[in-house]
């Protein structure tokens, strides 16, 4: 399992294929990865913060769970910080596991978790000013599936 927190642009496709390396013994490896979305308005830019240490920590404890929930061979999460434009890669999931249905629902569960609980807060500038970015309703309602 590996959680990393980070300012720097990551390759998915790299980064997935070092995930996928050694995972003979798995049949099933599944990945997201998350751009930052253009908004109404034009998104001049999106700057993320978080606390060090803490971010990662929190992130980790819900990667051990669901390691243990879905039988995952291994899980990745891989997310930014700091000032991003729309279209950059924000963050990434994959998971492994010996069959996909497990590799599917960790990897949403995680998806879910990272939108809804992980300790990030989001500034969004645009033509009309800056502002954070609230939590939506449809993504805490989707916590509710676990």
């Not at 308005?41 to 819900?62: D, Q, R, S, V």
């Not at 991003?84 to 599917?104: E, N, P």
């Not at 809804?116 to 309602?141: C, H, I, Y």
Request: hydrophobic content about 50%; some cysteine; charged content about 25%.
């Amino acid at each position: 399992m590996r959680v990393v927190v980070q300012e720097a642009a990551f390759d998915a496709g790299a980064e997935l294929n070092a995930f996928s390396a050694g995972l003979g013994n798995m049949g099933a490896v599944v990945s997201f990865t998350g751009l930052v979305r253009d908004v109404a308005g034009g998104l001049a830019g999106m700057e993320i913060e978080h606390y060090p240490g803490m971010t990662e920590k929190a992130i980790a404890a819900i990667c051990e769970e669901a390691m243990t929930r879905w039988s995952l061979g291994d899980a990745l999460v891989i997310h930014r910080y700091g000032a991003l434009a729309a279209g950059d890669t924000i963050m990434m999931v994959a998971t492994a596991s010996r069959h996909r249905v497990d590799a599917f629902q960790a990897a949403e569960f995680l998806m879910d978790y990272l939108k809804s609980r992980a300790p990030f807060w989001k500034k969004e500038t645009t033509g009309q000013g800056d502002g954070w970015v609230a939590a939506r309703d449809e993504d805490e309602d989707a916590l509710t599936r676990w």
